[in-house]
């Protein structure tokens, strides 16, 4: 026999309830030591990083409100009297659909918060994404090795746009009808197989009887499951690539400066969750979206004014608003409509060019090396005015894609701005993209300035000898760091024609489009070269004034 000794941890009083539950499932689980690696992962800090956080509970947020929707809604066309609590529709012809949705907006409790909140969290979340999408296209943080990463992100995108699209379709009000019916417009210019693409999808004539069936089933359950494996997969490519950085002292390629995700970035995060989602239940509790009741329900014999898309669809609508109604009618009896088929492939063509702008930029520069450091907009000019030019030519379609409301309200001609936008279009980018890449040459060379002759102070000093300089402040170490940190890249050369020998060099014409592309992004007249070790020194003896 034996007998049992207390032992020393009961001496000590029993753990907290917490530990004792850590302790029983790292027991049966391994959650402990398969977690252990990454509850330490450094992130670093920047406010331009709270974009993608920003996007990341909104898409929470419209999951739980979503997931209360579904519970109300009715995915039906059938045609039903209503006799609900909203009394001017009393005895009005209308879907299953939007009945529901007016039950939902006045009969159950919360619902119509709940609706304000999901729809203003949806455009906040393609809000944020575009925006996040932004900061990581301006910064360079798309490079190796996050190409992958800038994809999925740019996947995310369309799908969210698609997400949007069929969920606020849903309701068949008489605007998000219209907008079916633009849809199947734009399907029905697809040559050949336009006609049977909308049969397909309507389950028949417009507005057949499935669409909205169809729509829901896509809305809450394909899309959204879709979207939860990208997110899941960006957020592991993150934890694998670490996050990028800006320049500063102690920050290289190979570390991360920042706080780590235990507990410090969590506590972090899950405060700004709550703020997220305090501010889009402020904004839906104070300001109406989507009032379907005063529309009605949707009839085919029917249009309101003003009929206008959310926002992200904005810039497919101006497309069409844009395009002059050509038509060609070719032997056999056959139309082909210019004036929706061109707007449909140039939609998804905006898309694909920001999408597969790292590859192209990493083709131009055969920079192979791991970038994990985010460099300053001014100092890549010629990637900076593409970007602006891409959002002036987005801007363009924005505006066209509201040529009505922008004529009504400031007593413009429709026909006018319509026009301004058909030129704007092809003239603004190019004007954007000059206008911004002067801007950034001029903020390398005030960089360049300071880093020579320190920052202005606004003192002005008179010499021994009659002359007024202005006193000029040294930068400090940390300062200077963050100026002359950047890469700068040579242009790429096509080399003699020959080689040592006297022997023909085959030099292939895409390497020659390649070294012109190079030198277009990397000349001399597209960048400004960094300070040099001989500068410094004629500073320091006095060639310049401080």
């Known amino acids: 026999m034996s007998t049992a000794t207390e032992s ?40 331009s990083f709270l974009l993608g956080e920003i996007a990341l509970w909104s898409f929470t947020i419209l999951i739980l409100t979503g997931v209360y929707l579904t519970l109300f809604f009715v995915p039906s066309m059938a045609e039903i009297e209503y006799h609900g609590p909203y009394e001017p529709m009393q005895g009005v012809m209308m879907s299953e659909a939007y009945a529901s949705t007016l039950d939902i907006s ?6 119509l918060l709940m609706r304000q909140i999901h729809h203003w969290a949806a455009l906040i979340f393609i809000v944020a994404l575009f925006f996040h999408m932004m900061r990581v296209f301006f910064t360079g943080a798309f490079r190796k090795p996050r190409e992958f990463n800038w994809l999925i992100g740019w996947t995310m995108l369309i799908v969210a746009i698609f997400e949007g699209l069929t969920g606020y379709s849903l309701p068949d009000d008489l605007l998000s009808g219209i907008g079916l ?17 909308a049969m397909f999808l309507y389950g028949g004539e417009f507005p057949g009887n499935d669409i909205i069936p169809r729509f829901y089933i896509v809305h809450v359950l394909l899309f959204p499951a879709v979207l939860l494996a990208l997110v899941t997969v960006h957020l592991i490519l993150i934890f694998y690539h670490k996050h990028t950085q800006f320049a500063g002292p102690g920050r290289t390629n190979t570390n991360v400066v920042g706080a780590p995700l235990l507990p410090v970035y969590t506590a972090k995060a899950g405060g700004f969750f709550f703020l997220v989602f305090g501010v889009i239940t402020l904004i839906a509790a104070t300001v109406t979206i989507n009032p379907v009741w005063v529309l009605g329900p949707y009839r085919p014999d029917q249009i309101s004014t003003n009929a206008q898309p959310d926002w992200y669809l904005g810039f ?8 002059p109604g050509w038509e060609w009618v070719i032997p056999g009896g056959y139309t082909l409509n210019f004036g929706l088929m061109i707007p449909l492939f140039v939609f998804p063509a905006l898309l694909v060019v920001i999408g597969l702008y790292p590859f192209f930029e990493g083709w131009v520069t055969k920079d192979k090396r791991e970038h994990h450091i985010a460099q300053r907009p ?14 002036t030519a987005f801007g363009v379609c924005m505006i066209a894609g509201g040529n009505d409301v922008w004529a009504v309200n400031f007593n413009l001609s429709i026909n006018a701005i319509t026009w301004f936008c058909r030129i704007g279009f092809f003239v603004l980018p190019v004007i954007a993209f000059v206008v911004t890449r002067r801007i950034c040459l001029g903020l390398q060379r005030r960089d360049r300035e300071k880093v020579l002759h320190g920052r202005e102070t606004g003192i002005i000093k008179r010499l021994p000898h009659g002359e007024f300089i202005e006193v000029h402040e040294p930068l400090s170490q940390e300062q200077l760091h963050t100026l002359t940190a950047h890469d700068q890249f040579r242009p790429l050369e096509v080399g003699p024609e020959t080689d040592e020998n006297g022997v023909q060099r085959r030099i292939g014409p895409m390497e020659r489009v390649r070294a012109r592309v190079s030198r277009g992004y990397f ?22 004034h401080h």
């Open 8 to 47: 020393p941890r009961k001496t000590r009083g029993k753990a907290p309830a917490g530990e004792r539950i850590a302790d029983w499932a790292d027991g049966r689980l391994g959650v402990y030591s398969m977690a252990k690696p990454y509850m330490r992962k450094i992130f670093p800090d920047h406010w």
């Open 181 to 197: 019916r633009f849809m199947e417009g734009a399907i029905l210019s697809t040559p050949v197989i336009g006609s049977y693409l």
């Open 378 to 391: 001014r100092n890549t000019p010629t990637r900076t005015a593409f970007g602006m030019a891409w959002l």
């Open 106 to 111: 006045f009969d159950v409790r919360g619902g």
């Open 523 to 544: 000349g001399e007249h597209a960048q400004i070269p960094k300070p040099t070790a001989e500068e410094h020194r004629a500073i320091a003896n006095g060639d310049g």
């Open 316 to 323: 497919s609508e101006g497309l069409v608003r844009m395009m």
